[in-house]
């Protein structure tokens, strides 16, 4: 009578060691898949901030030249420190100028000279 019993435990025991290597198994299939997926995902963001910043270096090169972007700060004098810590985009007319875009030189604009020379001395 005991040793039916006691092939009844081993056979249950083996069927749950069984069934906790296939689950180990599984779950570390899972655990790699989702390494894999968050992997992907962050050169994905990677990917975002690489073009954010070719974006941002783009528009910075047509906004106010190509070496503003690469740290030539020559462009600060010329436009007046004051205005552009106030937030004042450089290529935008005064508020109290009322000229035509033609004519804006009219209003007194003393980046543009120096945005010039600057572009004819390279």
Do not use: N
Not at 36 to 53: D, F
Not at 80 to 90: C, F, T
Request: charged content about 15%; overall charge positive.
């Amino acid at each position: 009578m005991f040793a039916a019993l006691l092939g009844a435990v081993r056979a249950d025991i083996d069927r749950q060691i069984g069934w906790a290597k296939h689950e180990v198994k599984r779950q570390t299939r899972y655990t790699a898949l989702i390494g894999i997926l968050a992997g992907v995902a962050a050169l994905a963001t990677l990917g975002a901030i690489v073009v954010g910043l070719i974006a941002l270096h783009s528009w910075l090169a047509m906004q106010i030249g190509p070496f503003v972007a690469h740290g030539d700060r020559r462009w600060l004098a010329a436009a007046g420190a004051s205005s552009v810590r106030a937030g004042l985009h450089p290529a935008s007319p005064p508020a109290r100028c009322t000229a035509p875009a033609a004519s804006r030189a009219a209003c007194g604009f003393p980046w543009e000279a120096a945005t010039r020379e600057l572009r004819q001395s390279l």
